[in-house]
């Protein structure tokens, strides 16, 4: 007998657009601005993100350029993912199989709301009182801590990150780095005031050992462990968990029932295909040739075996995502979740995670969160994280899959542009038919330099200084370079 709810066939599956919490993130009451500008105004912040994703950055081409061919895998990988889902209904039909045959549990669920009501059914079934986590971006997505604590359950994250920011009561700053915007004096501040570390010094080695003495007993009595998912392997039904701390192994062994909770497009067909992913996941996020655990689950613990789960349940999570297969979006679902773009992106370096205002932060996050967070196209709340972008491409060249983020952040803002007031789209429709005409282009040219003196007058203009803060004035020359080629000074 198997907890399997059965999808509808085909690609298809689940709630195309649903949505992803039913409560909303404290962030969405400010705008991106507000969040941005908060964000650069903190100096402790900015330091902080600046020197990790420095060093994360530093550390994927140094552990690239160890491979004979970093660019022909990266070609390669892109094949396996496009390959992946254009055949996605399939491949995850072969991996529930194969999990319900080494005697595990699917759910499929439609939305963040069938998955959080299937845990909390599960951990009310088996009596769980306390719940012990690993880090997982899909379980922060479906607000899933929120749901186990409205059902009575305590939740631990025992990511030493998560944990960080769990007790700080915020939400990651980075996929792979939850606590990365708060250094070593912050985290012994929360530490003293929401752990119970009777003060001490400000030392990582000290509060390192805090930390594993608090979270142990939590492993020991955990009635329930719950990760996320890396990829599932189809062609076995296994479950690989990619982490830097043995929580991820405590958390799926020790307690009597594991649930594994999965973002549907995070699986492949086979052995071969998981070994490229791995040989470049770590290497592109944080520049280790491997992460210190890989950790594989085939089925719960069988007969013999002296560690493991009775019970096995992995939970295959939709929330829009298969609304993005077919469309122009359809590259996003090839994601590893790699934290690459986030190290490169010089919008990321400035403002950190929260700016983006939902779970996912940099430049895929700036994408994800428009096409996931959104309530419908005029949700300008989160349509707005795709205007969190210089378009400066460095997030195609980190990419290990290659996905060009800058086209589907660029495809996002047209969608934004075609749902904007009556006003703004006249404006811009009027500066779009001018500037696609040599004549008016030429004109425009001409008005700006002989009007230069007048351009810091913008800022006096109906929300001008909006436009213009934060922007250094182009310094416009005498001329045009039409003009100058006109006179052959060029």
């Given amino acids: 007998m198997s907890d399997?709810?059965?999808?509808?066939?085909?690609?298809?599956?689940?709630?195309?657009?649903?949505?992803?919490?039913?409560?909303?993130?404290?962030?969405?009451?400010?705008?991106?601005?507000?969040?941005?500008?908060?964000?650069?105004?903190?100096?402790?912040l900015r330091r902080n993100v600046a020197a990790a994703v420095d060093r994360f950055a530093g550390g994927r081409v140094t552990a690239l350029a160890g491979l004979h061919d970093a660019d022909g895998l990266?070609?390669?990988?892109?094949?396996?993912?496009?390959d992946v889902i254009d055949h996605w209904a399939d491949i995850l039909e072969e991996l529930a199989d194969n999990v319900l045959a080494r005697g595990g549990h699917v759910c499929w669920a439609a939305d963040a709301a069938e998955a959080r009501s299937y845990v909390v059914d599960v951990a009310s079934r088996i009596g769980a009182r306390t719940v012990v986590k690993s880090k997982s971006m899909v379980t922060e997505e479906i607000s899933l801590n929120e749901a186990l604590e409205a059902g009575g359950c305590r939740v631990t994250e025992t990511d030493l990150g998560e944990w960080i920011i769990q007790l700080a009561a915020e939400h990651p700053s980075h996929i792979l780095v939850p606590a990365v915007h708060r250094d070593r004096h912050q985290i012994a501040e929360v530490f003293d005031r929401r752990a119970g570390r009777p003060g001490g010094p400000a030392d990582p080695e000290v509060l390192t050992a805090f930390a594993r003495g608090a979270l142990r007993d939590r492993f020991l009595q955990a009635d329930l462990g719950i990760t996320g998912v890396n990829f599932g392997v189809a062609e076995t039904g296994s479950l690989v968990l990619v982490t830097n701390e043995g929580n991820g192994r405590l958390v799926s062994a020790l307690p009597r029932v594991h649930i594994a909770v999965m973002g549907a497009e995070r699986v492949v067909?086979?052995?071969?295909?998981?070994?490229?992913?791995?040989?470049?996941?770590a290497r592109s996020g944080t520049g280790q040739p491997l992460s210190a655990y890989t950790s594989i689950t085939t089925g719960p613990r069988a007969a013999g075996e002296v560690d493991g789960p009775d019970e096995l349940h992995l939970v295959i999570v939709d929330n829009g995502r298969s609304g993005l297969a077919g469309t122009e979006m359809n590259e996003m679902l090839n994601c590893i979740r790699c934290g690459a773009c986030l190290n490169v992106c010089p919008v990321y370096r400035q403002t950190g995670g929260h700016a983006y205002g939902w779970v996912y932060p940099g430049p895929m996050g700036a994408v994800l969160t428009p096409l996931l967070a959104a309530r419908g196209?005029?949700?300008?709340?989160?349509?707005?994280?795709?205007?969190a972008s210089t378009l400066c491409g460095a997030c195609m060249e980190a990419c290990p899959v290659e996905i060009p983020l800058q086209d589907l952040l660029l495809g996002l803002r047209r969608r934004k542009a075609s749902h904007a007031a009556g006003r703004d789209r006249l404006v811009w429709r009027a500066w779009a038919a001018a500037w696609r005409r040599p004549g008016p282009y030429r004109d425009g040219n001409r008005l700006a330099v002989r009007a230069r003196r007048l351009l810091p007058l913008v800022r006096h203009l109906p929300?001008?200084?909006?436009?213009?803060e934060g922007r250094t004035l182009p310094a416009l020359p005498a001329r045009t370079f039409t003009e100058r080629w006109d006179a052959g000074d060029v």
């Fill in 4 to 44: 399997r709810i059965e999808p509808a066939r085909g690609t298809n599956r689940g709630s195309a657009r649903s949505a992803v919490v039913s409560g909303e993130w404290p962030l969405w009451s400010t705008t991106l601005r507000d969040r941005t500008a908060a964000a650069v105004a903190d100096p402790v």
């Fill in 74 to 82: 990266r070609s390669a990988a892109r094949a396996v993912r496009a």
């Fill in 269 to 281: 067909r086979t052995w071969e295909q998981l070994d490229l992913m791995l040989n470049l996941l």
């Fill in 377 to 387: 196209p005029d949700d300008t709340r989160a349509a707005e994280a795709s205007s």
């Fill in 463 to 468: 929300a001008g200084h909006r436009w213009i």
